[in-house]
């Protein structure tokens, strides 16, 4: 049954059930004075009893209903609809449109020609149980975005995850990748790295399958009988090079609008130099089964009913890829309700539109979040509310690509924004479970309070004591000194990157999950009937997620002063260090140990003399950097945290005049921009956060500190020195605008 949550001013009550779910104790306002903390507890309220949960049903049915792409005939609709709603709301409604690169398949073929034959289906088949499954004439193929042209042959390689430690050991099993096609499954990075690292070592096409064991079978019931991935489910999903720069390929640093001036393709550094493409396991079996060579490490073996081998070959392989290699609008729809006292200072909330099929989870589930938002807000507004700080709602176009909508748009308004923008939420899909949170450690607190006060909706417990529950269960309580949850870090993957980690615009990344399974992503089952038979079937959790974020939106939009603290900042960026430090002590004390043992000779003596290996090398020693810097920057640091958590009251910011109100609320703004350099990371200029960024390697994943950990790993020593000073200089930066924040609230600037 879908329920309509309607929250009365001390209960909620389900409607369409017939039991009452209790409300959260509201605890304090982080950034409010009395008695407006007390007021904004009662706003809390009203906006959630606005929230239905049918609606989300509804809205989801209608926007699933079709493959929605970026550039399709469906994803215009999408748009309009979602900006007839903001309209509907009361929202001042702009759709802004961006050309961007968007290459389709006009021809896919792959071919096992020997030692046996065997081609390829590449297709997903439609299910009687997912009524959109069968709309082929309107869904994308499985491909891989921004994967080059090609036609090419040789022999097949199986590389596991195909990241750089398993070339490292696929080099000591002698074995060479150059002029070969690897084969490698999804998992232990991002998809873009695969290609990026295959055609570093001299591949010539690039393979990626969905193994069982990490999505399919080997994780619980496959599709429809269960959530997971089904033997001819594919997932699609772009491998431009992102840790580069994200967004449009062609118009790097700038808008992609119509009259932007473009590189040519053919310099355009984040496209593949290999071509590249996605198989279902159904597929990949038997070319699995077709390799000979050695037998696979234990680690490296999947799900399949096979012996896993390397090779290369005997299995002989062809992959054709073309590709229209078109511009596709792109449409944002950005919704603004200003501020009544600080228009100039922007609170965004974002989550995408565009799906690479029907897209019901990603990003649906997210989106009709927001949507549900909008509206409570607006109800608010209608009443007579109105924010201190303007809101700005957008649901971002051309995500899946490559962030290209969120990008383009950030890089078009990337003046305004620096100046004004305060935070960006993001979320990205949406089920049942348990509150993921990630972002800027300075609101680490602030999400913390407020997972304090959402209700969840299976057990009428927080979803903070929840999460907690979960992690102590499995043996993983950390939690800051004052019991606070640590939030991740983020790398890369969805909207926020553009305005945390070029903008240096404090971000925060959302969304429930953790008991609905798998197996939809990027396929043509990603549907209305997987959903609601999968992922979040009351839309409890839908709820839930509007009830977080919109406290983060409203708590933002209207406190006195910005809910922004340092301390839990600074005892993170403190692990960090520690972690680095710790790491090159130990590629130290590895770089010796192996060393010697190469020495002795002891790599020869522990092989199997009937297999081919090849002893490692030698690498130069590791220095003892000096850390010194970074050391002092911290303490340094810590010292500005704590004195501007000491002084930090309601009955400070009270005490302050409006002007002083707002000149604090301009230095809390900044502080994330000051850990922004301009001249960015080594070989990325594009990305200019100095405490968190994506992995060169890992894609997705993040890199901490990245200037400093990515040149230890890198073993290159000068780039490290000189990243520790720039690291300690930026951090001292931070402190000092700490300290003008914390003058203001003593008096003593």
């Given at each position: 049954?879908?329920?309509?949550?309607?929250?009365?001013?001390?209960?909620?009550?389900?409607?369409?059930?017939?039991?009452?779910?209790?409300?959260?104790?509201?605890?304090?306002?982080?950034?409010?004075?009395?008695?407006?903390?007390?007021?904004?507890?009662?706003?809390?309220?009203?906006?959630?009893?606005?929230?239905?949960?049918?609606?989300?049903?509804?809205?989801?049915?209608?926007?699933?209903?079709?493959?929605?792409?970026?550039?399709?005939?469906?994803?215009?609709?999408?748009?309009?609809?979602?900006?007839?709603?903001?309209?509907?709301?009361?929202?001042?409604?702009?759709?802004?449109?961006?050309?961007?690169?968007?290459?389709?398949?006009?021809?896919?073929?792959?071919?096992?020609?020997?030692?046996?034959?065997?081609?390829?289906?590449?297709?997903?088949?439609?299910?009687?149980?997912?009524?959109?499954?069968?709309?082929?004439?309107?869904?994308?193929?499985?491909?891989?975005?921004?994967?080059?042209?090609?036609?090419?042959?040789?022999?097949?390689?199986?590389?596991?995850?195909?990241?750089?430690?398993?070339?490292?050991?696929?080099?000591?099993?002698?074995?060479?990748?150059?002029?070969?096609?690897?084969?490698?499954?999804?998992?232990?990075?991002?998809?873009?790295?695969?290609?990026?690292?295959?055609?570093?070592?001299?591949?010539?096409?690039?393979?990626?399958?969905?193994?069982?064991?990490?999505?399919?079978?080997?994780?619980?019931?496959?599709?429809?009988?269960?959530?997971?991935?089904?033997?001819?489910?594919?997932?699609?999903?772009?491998?431009?090079?992102?840790?580069?720069?994200?967004?449009?390929?062609?118009?790097?640093?700038v808008g992609a609008t119509a009259d932007a001036e473009r590189l040519d393709r053919a310099d355009a550094p984040t496209l593949t130099t290999i071509p590249v493409l996605p198989l279902s396991y159904a597929d990949a079996r038997p070319l699995l089964e077709a390799l000979g060579g050695p037998l696979a490490p234990l680690a490296w073996r999947g799900g399949l009913p096979i012996t896993y081998h390397i090779g290369p070959g005997p299995a002989v392989v062809e992959l054709e890829l073309a590709f229209n290699w078109d511009l596709a609008p792109a449409y944002d729809v950005i919704a603004t309700l200003e501020g009544s006292e600080r228009p100039d200072q922007l609170v965004i909330r974002g989550n995408h539109h565009d799906a690479w099929v029907n897209g019901a989870r990603d990003p649906i589930s997210g989106l009709v979040a927001l949507m549900a938002e909008a509206r409570a807000i607006g109800e608010l507004a209608r009443s007579g509310w109105r924010p201190k700080r303007t809101l700005v709602f957008a649901a971002w176009d051309a995500e899946e690509p490559g962030l290209l909508g969120?990008?383009?748009?950030?890089?078009?308004?990337?003046?305004?924004?620096?100046?004004?923008?305060?935070?960006?939420?993001?979320?990205?899909?949406?089920?049942?479970?348990?509150?993921?949170?990630?972002?800027?450690?300075?609101?680490?607190?602030?999400?913390?309070?407020?997972?304090?006060?959402?209700?969840?909706?299976?057990?009428?417990?927080?979803?903070?004591?929840?999460?907690?529950?979960?992690?102590?269960?499995?043996?993983?309580?950390?939690?800051?000194?004052?019991?606070?949850?640590?939030?991740?870090?983020?790398?890369?993957?969805?909207?926020?990157?553009?305005?945390?980690?070029?903008?240096?615009?404090?971000?925060?990344?959302?969304?429930?999950?953790?008991?609905?399974?798998?197996?939809?992503?990027?396929?043509?089952?990603?549907?209305?009937?997987?959903?609601?038979?999968?992922?979040?079937?009351?839309?409890?959790?839908?709820?839930?997620?509007?009830?977080?974020?919109?406290?983060?939106?409203?708590?933002?939009?209207?406190?006195?002063?910005?809910?922004?603290?340092?301390?839990?900042?600074?005892?993170?960026?403190?692990?960090?260090?520690?972690?680095?430090?710790?790491?090159?002590?130990?590629?130290?004390?590895?770089?010796?140990?192996?060393?010697?043992?190469?020495?002795?000779?002891?790599?020869?003596?522990?092989?199997?003399?009937?297999?081919?290996?090849?002893?490692?090398?030698?690498?130069?020693?590791?220095?003892?950097?000096?850390?010194?810097?970074?050391?002092?920057?911290?303490?340094?640091?810590?010292?500005?945290?704590?004195?501007?958590?000491?002084?930090?009251?309601?009955?400070?910011?009270?005490?302050?005049?409006?002007?002083?109100?707002?000149?604090?609320?301009?230095?809390?703004?900044?502080?994330?921009?000051?850990?922004?350099?301009?001249?960015?990371?080594?070989?990325?200029?594009?990305?200019?956060?100095?405490?968190?960024?994506?992995?060169?390697?890992?894609?997705?994943?993040?890199?901490?500190?990245?200037?400093?950990?990515?040149?230890?790993?890198?073993?290159?020593?000068?780039?490290?020195?000189?990243?520790?000073?720039?690291?300690?200089?930026?951090?001292?930066?931070?402190?000092?605008?700490?300290?003008?924040?914390?003058?203001?609230?003593?008096?003593?600037?």
């Amino acid at each position: 049954m879908i329920r309509s949550l309607r929250v009365g001013i001390v209960m909620a009550l389900v409607v369409l059930g017939a039991s009452a779910t209790p409300v959260a104790q509201p605890g304090p306002k982080r950034g409010f004075v009395q008695p407006r903390a007390e007021a904004h507890a009662a706003l809390e309220l009203r906006f959630d009893a606005a929230l239905e949960a049918d609606l989300l049903r509804d809205w989801m049915q209608h926007l699933a209903s079709r493959p929605h792409h970026v550039g399709s005939p469906f994803g215009k609709e999408v748009a309009d609809f979602v900006a007839a709603r903001f309209t509907e709301w009361g929202y001042d409604t702009a759709i802004e449109e961006f050309q961007v690169l968007f290459p389709t398949p006009r021809l896919r073929r792959l071919e096992l020609v020997a030692p046996t034959r065997f081609t390829a289906s590449l297709a997903e088949p439609p299910l009687e149980e997912d009524a959109t499954s069968g709309q082929q004439d309107e869904q994308l193929p499985s491909y891989n975005a921004y994967s080059i042209d090609g036609n090419v042959s040789g022999q097949l390689v199986y590389v596991n995850y195909g990241v750089p430690a398993d070339y490292d050991a696929l080099e000591r099993l002698g074995i060479d990748v150059r002029g070969k096609i690897v084969i490698a499954r999804y998992g232990g990075s991002w998809r873009g790295i695969k290609p990026k690292v295959a055609a570093e070592q001299g591949a010539i096409g690039c393979l990626i399958y969905s193994d069982p064991r990490d999505d399919g079978y080997g994780r619980g019931d496959v599709y429809p009988t269960g959530p997971y991935r089904m033997g001819r489910g594919i997932q699609r999903g772009s491998v431009a090079d992102m840790p580069l720069f994200p967004g449009d390929p062609l118009t790097p640093n700038v808008g992609a609008t119509a009259d932007a001036e473009r590189l040519d393709r053919a310099d355009a550094p984040t496209l593949t130099t290999i071509p590249v493409l996605p198989l279902s396991y159904a597929d990949a079996r038997p070319l699995l089964e077709a390799l000979g060579g050695p037998l696979a490490p234990l680690a490296w073996r999947g799900g399949l009913p096979i012996t896993y081998h390397i090779g290369p070959g005997p299995a002989v392989v062809e992959l054709e890829l073309a590709f229209n290699w078109d511009l596709a609008p792109a449409y944002d729809v950005i919704a603004t309700l200003e501020g009544s006292e600080r228009p100039d200072q922007l609170v965004i909330r974002g989550n995408h539109h565009d799906a690479w099929v029907n897209g019901a989870r990603d990003p649906i589930s997210g989106l009709v979040a927001l949507m549900a938002e909008a509206r409570a807000i607006g109800e608010l507004a209608r009443s007579g509310w109105r924010p201190k700080r303007t809101l700005v709602f957008a649901a971002w176009d051309a995500e899946e690509p490559g962030l290209l909508g969120s990008t383009e748009w950030a890089e078009l308004h990337a003046d305004r924004l620096r100046a004004q923008a305060v935070a960006y939420i993001n979320t990205d899909g949406n089920s049942r479970g348990f509150l993921g949170m990630s972002g800027s450690h300075t609101l680490e607190r602030f999400i913390n309070e407020i997972a304090r006060d959402v209700i969840d909706p299976q057990t009428d417990v927080s979803v903070s004591e929840r999460l907690a529950a979960r992690r102590q269960v499995a043996g993983n309580p950390r939690f800051q000194t004052n019991g606070d949850h640590p939030i991740g870090a983020l790398g890369s993957g969805s909207d926020y990157t553009p305005f945390l980690q070029h903008l240096g615009i404090a971000s925060l990344n959302l969304g429930y999950s953790g008991e609905s399974g798998g197996g939809s992503y990027h396929s043509i089952f990603d549907s209305f009937d997987h959903y609601i038979r999968f992922g979040d079937p009351t839309f409890e959790y839908g709820i839930t997620l509007a009830q977080t974020t919109g406290r983060v939106l409203l708590r933002l939009t209207d406190a006195d002063v910005l809910p922004f603290e340092f301390e839990s900042f600074s005892e993170t960026v403190t692990r960090y260090v520690d972690e680095i430090v710790t790491m090159t002590d130990e590629m130290r004390e590895e770089t010796e140990r192996t060393t010697r043992l190469i020495d002795d000779g002891r790599y020869v003596l522990a092989a199997d003399p009937t297999t081919t290996y090849v002893p490692p090398t030698t690498q130069d020693p590791v220095p003892h950097l000096n850390f010194a810097p970074l050391r002092n920057a911290l303490t340094r640091l810590e010292a500005s945290a704590r004195a501007y958590g000491d002084a930090l009251s309601p009955d400070a910011v009270a005490k302050l005049s409006v002007a002083d109100q707002r000149a604090l609320d301009q230095i809390l703004i900044r502080t994330e921009r000051v850990l922004t350099r301009e001249e960015g990371l080594p070989g990325r200029p594009w990305f200019t956060h100095q405490i968190y960024a994506p992995g060169f390697y890992t894609g997705y994943g993040v890199k901490t500190i990245p200037g400093v950990r990515e040149a230890i790993e890198q073993r290159d020593w000068p780039l490290a020195t000189t990243q520790i000073a720039l690291a300690a200089d930026t951090l001292a930066l931070f402190a000092a605008e700490v300290d003008r924040a914390t003058g203001i609230l003593t008096g003593s600037r």
